[in-house]
């Protein structure tokens, strides 16, 4: 079975929708390429998968170690390239007000999220700026 299937909406919109859960969301193209902006681009899901995907990650080792990473939140910045059209750097700035005061844990916690699927799946020249406030 697929993962996920996707249809054409018209416009430059797109519904892709996840077979297992049955989720689905919509894509557009952005305004400074032809589209409305009014959705995730495309490239907005890779650029939110790094980030996502550096907490899952995080999350499943900070389990490991009874810890619960509540309260973290992550601002993301995409900044694509002009010719050709693509995304140059993806920058993840992560605050986690309440993080415990073990920097052995933290430090764990850092290098998880820097080997998340996404991250090493990534091509080698887009840049990935990860800034860790805690």
């Not at 998880?112 to 080698?124: E, F, N």
Request: aromatic share 6%.
């Amino acid at each position: 079975m697929s993962t996920i299937k996707t249809s054409y909406l018209g416009n430059l919109r797109t519904a892709p929708k996840h077979m297992q859960s049955g989720t689905q969301i919509i894509t557009d193209a952005p305004v400074d390429n032809n589209g409305k902006g009014e959705a995730f681009s495309p490239t907005d899901l890779v650029a939110a998968a790094l980030g996502s995907c550096m907490v899952t990650i995080m999350g499943i080792v900070a389990k490991k170690d009874n810890l619960e990473i509540n309260g973290l939140v992550w601002e993301t910045t995409k900044i694509m390239s002009g010719s050709p059209r693509k995304i140059e750097e993806i920058i993840i700035d992560f605050t986690w007000e309440n993080a415990p005061d073990d920097e052995k844990l933290l430090q764990k916690l850092k290098n998880a999220a820097k080997t998340c699927p996404v991250a090493l799946s990534l091509d080698k020249d887009l840049k990935q700026t990860i800034n860790f406030n805690f």
